[in-house]
């Protein structure tokens, strides 16, 4: 097949449907999970982060903030081919309950260098990636409490988490108008006495090479932010490398400049939020575009 300029899609989406890994290392197209998951760990930090994550999703549909992302296809030496810088208005909308609930991101471009051909690699969601501790997920990863340690004065305790296969994935790929699951392995690092989560790093659990997917290596880190007389969690910076057998890409996403909704008004009706999350017609990332699952791909037509 010819190559394309279509351009490739990852997310972390979450909506309502979830996407589920069909086997161990083969990609299969998305199903829904099955209704009776394994049963959570009744780890005390675990629950009080799954809480603190509850209660960070309500945080996050009050604000919105300027989000600039650096999009960057590189060479094999790892030096870049192109770069792409975007800024946008960016906020989250939230309906549902914690079993079921539908997470779109919207994104009203401000301004764009984009000026050429190139495909790029358009990610969004990950900011979320701490949602395999909420109620929604938290059943379809194994979890494991590693040695706190100091850090600044404080005590952070690693919570490493691996997708089980089968069972709903928050990371998904759209690759040629199918979606896949993707089993995902990491460590979020905890504040112990606020169970607030200061970063995650994540990868694949194993490589998909039948689709050409060699690796996703993502890392996001939080901030505080004064909200409403309490200090809170919120996204600072999301950093997502792809690689295929031939091709690699970098995205980086800064968050800041948050502030809250004082009135409905202040969402500005120019932004259109779609919610078709395989993002079927290849929009470019200033398009609200959010997919199935808080993980998603598209790799261009013959250029994995």
């Known amino acids: 097949m010819p190559p394309t300029n279509n351009p490739i899609r990852v997310a972390v989406a979450l909506l309502s449907t979830a996407l589920c890994a069909g086997g161990p290392h083969a990609a299969q197209p998305a199903f829904i999970a099955p209704e009776n998951p394994r049963p959570a760990s009744n780890a005390p930090l675990i629950d009080r982060v799954e809480q603190q994550v509850v209660t960070y999703l309500g945080q996050l549909a009050d604000l919105h903030c300027t989000e600039e992302v650096k999009q960057q296809k590189l060479h094999s030496n790892g030096k870049p081919e192109d770069t792409v810088h975007s800024s946008f208005d960016y906020f989250i909308l939230i309906q549902g309950a914690s079993d079921d609930f539908q997470l779109t991101e919207s994104r009203l471009e401000k301004s764009s260098d984009k000026a050429n051909n190139t495909p790029m690699l358009l990610t969004n969601g990950f900011s979320s990636l701490l949602l395999v501790f909420h109620p929604y997920y938290r059943n379809s990863f194994d979890f494991t409490i590693g040695a706190p340690a100091l850090e600044d004065g404080r005590t952070v305790v690693p919570i490493h988490f691996t997708h089980i296969p089968g069972t709903r994935s928050p990371a998904g790929l759209a690759l040629r108008d199918r979606e896949f699951a993707l ?101 470019d990332p200033g398009d609200s575009q959010t997919p199935k699952n808080p993980g998603g791909a598209n790799p261009p037509a013959g250029k994995e």
Request: no cysteine; net charge negative.
């Open 183 to 283: 089993d995902i392995a990491g460590t979020a690092y905890v504040e112990q006495q606020t169970a607030q989560i200061l970063r995650i790093d994540s990868n694949l659990s194993h490589a998909m090479l039948d689709i050409g997917l060699k690796d996703l290596a993502v890392q996001v880190e939080y901030s505080p932010f004064e909200y409403r007389d309490a200090r809170v969690m919120l996204p600072a910076t999301a950093r997502i490398d792809l690689e295929t057998q031939k091709q690699h890409w970098r995205n980086e996403h800064t968050f800041k400049n948050y502030r809250a909704f004082t009135t409905e008004a202040e969402q500005s009706t120019n932004v259109t939020v779609h919610k078709d999350p395989a993002n079927k017609n290849n929009t």
